[in-house]
């Protein structure tokens, strides 16, 4: 048994075992025999000598990388671009099984669609397997509160919230250990200053990280690493990186970098530093989002997304720019915050000066320090006041509802002070406003002022900064956010705090490769993080929508780290990209799952972006250069075959811009429909009609007038345009000529070249299926192919994404021929005959 070939994923000992039995499992359903391998009495048998687990998962590892080489070679024999980027393949122990497993795929595939045609059910083993998956994910999903308990007594509307109280139970009260601090709190309103620059320099001397100063400095200066964990609003992040600046980390043109999870967060925080230090935001202090750069050649803060940070690796391996690079909400366990963690730990060996700062609001901080060998941890006691905590004491049918007569409720029974609002996201905020305005529509003054402030990731900047603003007296402020206010960002006054128990999380089916968007019951730990909120100024108050059996019982006690629960294509392209090749080896402080990363691999192979021994090809090297998923990076790369790049960015920028397009008022559907039918006409499919939207506002002088007259959201269009502008200029640096087609057909081939792996058919009972593997979905009712009049399902259509409400949905949504499929992807969709 020897491993040739094994550079693509160095050492595959330490790839995390799958259990034994699942193996067991995948093996049978492989027909191990045909492959020269058994199992007797629990031991792996290849061609008669007897395995272990170690090398038993390498030889799978082996073959299935060799599979999709094979694969990939055999369908893009005659394809020059990739040929010059092709390594002969390292013979394999076993031809054999590469044929078979062809063989067997096309089979499979065969068979399909032939069940696809007949409307019958297959029922193979795998299939049942990739069910009760589904169904044990659906079942977390869909898992509501209290569904054990008695219902509400009575469940129809009401519209006071006079008579409808909610009943809560007070359990417990929120204290951690040594971090309650009831007095040395500085009145800010008591300071009289000049002007508002020695307002806020007061200001800055009243948080709890100010009496740590110099201890910090020292800290820094003695050690690489530091581990900084603070209670949230005790100033970590808008002090430290000022802290450093005075103390002359940023002298001889070095920046300091401070990396936030949240687009948001980086944004706001810059704007509220440069405020401190009375400058213009953009010089000194600066942010870089996504698409967004606002920094200059005078940048010497720079507040700044992880997944930026990330990306700066690309240009600046070594980071040289940098004195200091601080990872805050490292507790959050984000994708690219776990991914950066792996490589600061790198390049720091090689940089003695490099200062790396890893702050974090809980309590974990053994880990990180663990993972950067033993690093120093400060700890900064927040000021924190108890809170109480008060359960539901009977689930509620509607937790949103409820959530809103509970808040409504603290408004007219508690002392003043701010309430705080966790909700799962925009759409949601939205239509809590909405159900805000219209309960206390008519109360008039027979209660006090209540100011709704929403905050959400795609909030304009004008509006973010009204949540900061200081509550009128008399009036009770309402802040509506996301899991935005859990720790990335503090609401001075804020007394109480109601926690529905959801967040909106990504989660990942390895299998298929599915990802999707849902909503999902907190973990016990932000929950308590939430809670948390209410304590800053005094005593406080939590109100949970769901009672303490259901956090005892169906909480998990932390938040599973993203790199266990995603899709890992973007961050393998990016590794591979930065030279970093062995992924298996690569220091993760969770792994992710085995599968996981074969999925992103196959899928890179599959978009031509890796070659067979897993090297980056020209494809995936110029993929790489778009700040986007590679398959839409792709369909970018591939519109240059198909001379319509000009059509393609606008499609992509479309697609990117996180928010939607069209707007349905209430009172005006019916016109709203019938505007946004027009650039439906010819059936073009969803992505053309974006293309048609983007081309008309141009036409139109990218007017504001002309997007209320066609229901289109400006402040979309307006960021579409600044993505579509930042493509272009990509385009040119992977000189990728600008070129435009009229041919819609040949768009959406480009389209298609990036989005093959989400095809999917039509279904007898008019669901579709995705032709690889068993998983069924469903056009979002918004889609222009479902407003049709008389429309008939197309029968093989692509999706952009999949988004799980009531059922899993299909959002964005083009009709394409099947023959495109053998053309563009013929090593994914291989047919006989
Ligand atoms: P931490 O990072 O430890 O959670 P921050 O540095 O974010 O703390 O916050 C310190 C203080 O600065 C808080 O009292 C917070 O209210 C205030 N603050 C932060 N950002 C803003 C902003 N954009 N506008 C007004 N105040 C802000
Ligand atoms: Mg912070």
């Known amino acids: 048994f020897t491993t040739r070939g094994s550079n693509i ?72 671009d990739h040929d010059q980027y092709y390594r002969i393949p390292e013979p394999y122990d076993d031809h054999e099984g590469g044929v078979n497993q062809e063989k067997r795929f096309s089979v499979a595939l065969q068979r399909c669609w032939d069940d696809d045609l007949n409307g019958r059910d297959n029922k193979s083993n795998q299939f049942a397997e990739q069910k009760a998956w589904e169904d044990q994910q659906i079942g977390k999903a869909t898992l509501k509160f209290g569904s054990k308990n008695k219902r509400r007594k009575c469940d129809e509307e009401y519209d006071f919230v006079f008579e409808d109280q909610i009943e809560f139970v007070k359990k417990s009260v929120l204290l951690e250990g040594d971090q309650m601090i009831a007095n040395g709190n500085v009145d800010v309103g008591k300071v009289q200053p000049s002007h508002q620059l020695d307002k806020l320099r007061e200001e800055r001397k009243t948080l709890p990280i100010y009496t740590f100063r110099e201890r910090l400095l020292q800290d820094v200066e003695k050690n690489q690493v530091l581990i900084i964990v603070g209670e949230t609003g005790s100033g970590k992040t808008t002090q430290i990186p000022q802290y450093l600046h005075e103390a002359g980390y940023t002298k001889g043109g070095k920046k300091i970098g401070c990396t936030q999870p949240r687009r948001i967060a980086a944004m706001s925080v810059a704007a509220r530093v440069s405020q401190e230090m009375g400058v213009k935001l953009g010089h000194a202090v600066g942010y870089s989002i996504r698409f967004e750069d606002c920094t ?37 366990r984000t994708l690219s915050t776990d991914v950066l963690l792996g490589l600061l730990k790198d390049i720091a060996r090689y940089r003695p000066d490099l200062k790396l700062i890893i702050s974090s609001a809980t309590l974990d901080a053994e880990k990180f320090s663990d993972f950067f060998d033993s690093a120093k941890i400060l700890r900064i006691p927040g000021r924190r006041y108890p809170v109480d905590i008060h359960y539901m004491e009977a689930p509620q049918a509607d937790y949103l509802d409820a959530a809103i ?153 932390t938040t599973v780290p993203e790199v266990q629960r995603t899709n890992l294509a973007n961050v393998v392209l990016t590794l591979k990209s930065l030279g970093i090749h062995d992924l298996v080896n690569f220091e993760f402080m969770d792994p992710p799952p085995c599968e996981a990363l074969l999925k992103a691999l196959e899928l890179l192979f599959a978009l031509g972006a890796l070659n067979k021994v897993g090297e980056l090809t020209k494809v995936g090297r110029r993929m790489a250069e778009f700040p986007v998923d590679p398959m839409l990076s792709k369909m970018i790369v591939a519109s240059d075959k198909y001379k319509c790049s000009d059509e393609v960015i606008s499609i992509a920028a479309m697609l990117s811009t996180g928010s939607s397009i069209f707007y349905r008022p209430k009172d005006k559907q019916v016109h709203a429909d019938t505007a946004r039918l027009r650039f439906h006409s010819g059936n073009v499919g969803d992505h053309i009609a974006l293309l048609k939207v983007y081309n008309a506002w141009k036409e139109a002088n990218y007017s504001t007038q002309w997007c209320y007259e066609n229901y289109i959201q400006v402040r979309s269009m307006k960021r579409a345009r600044d993505i579509r502008d930042q493509l272009e200029r990509l385009l040119e640096r992977v000189e990728i000529k600008l070129s ?39 056009i979002h009712p918004s889609s222009g192919i479902m407003a049709l009049e008389h429309h008939l399902l197309p029968r093989c259509v692509l999706y952009h994404e999949l988004v799980l409400t009531t059922k899993e949905y299909m959002r964005q949504v083009t009709e394409i021929k099947p023959e495109w499929l053998v053309e563009i992807a013929p090593h994914y969709y291989q047919l006989n005959g």
Request: aromatic share 8%; glycine share 6%.
């Open 9 to 80: 994923v160095g050492d595959v000992e330490t790839l995390r075992k799958v259990s034994r039995q699942e193996y067991l499992k995948k093996r049978e359903a492989n027909k191990l025999k045909e492959l020269g391998e058994s199992i007797e009495d629990g031991e792996y048998l290849y061609k008669g000598v007897k395995l272990t687990e170690v090398e038993y998962n390498r030889l799978s590892y082996e073959k299935k990388i060799y599979e999709l080489a094979t694969k990939h070679e055999a369908a893009t024999h005659h394809d020059h």
């Open 296 to 332: 200059s050649e005078k940048t010497v803060l720079k507040y700044m997304t992880d997944g930026m940070l990330l990306r700066e690796f690309l240009v600046e391996p070594d980071l040289a720019s940098y004195s200091v690079v601080m990872v805050d909400e490292a507790h959050e």
């Open 405 to 557: 007569v509970a808040a409504l409720q603290v408004h007219v029974t508690q002392p003043p002070g701010d309430i705080l609002f966790f909700l799962t996201g925009q759409e949601e905020i939205e239509t809590a406003e909405e159900i805000f305005k219209h309960r206390t529509r008519g109360l008039g003054t027979k209660i006090s002022e209540l100011i709704i402030c929403p905050i959400y990731a795609n909030l304009p900047t004008e509006l973010q900064a009204k949540i900061f603003e200081p509550t009128p007296e008399g009036a009770r402020k309402v802040v509506l956010a996301t899991n935005i206010a859990e720790t990335s960002l503090t609401i001075d006054g804020i007394k109480y705090v109601i926690d529905p128990g959801f967040s909106k999380m990504k989660s990942y089916n390895p299998r298929s490769g599915m990802e999707s968007l849902q909503v999902t019951p907190i973990s016990k730990a932000s929950s308590m993080q939430r809670a948390g909120r209410a304590g800053r100024t005094g005593h406080g108050k939590c109100f949970r929508l769901y009672t303490s059996y259901n956090y005892d019982s169906d909480l998990d006690d």
């Open 740 to 778: 435009s087609s009229n041919d819609l057909e040949a768009i959406k081939k480009a389209v298609t070249s990036g989005f093959f792996p989400h095809c999917v058919r039509l279904q007898k009972n008019g669901s579709y299926r995705t032709i690889k593997h068993p998983h069924t979905a469903h």
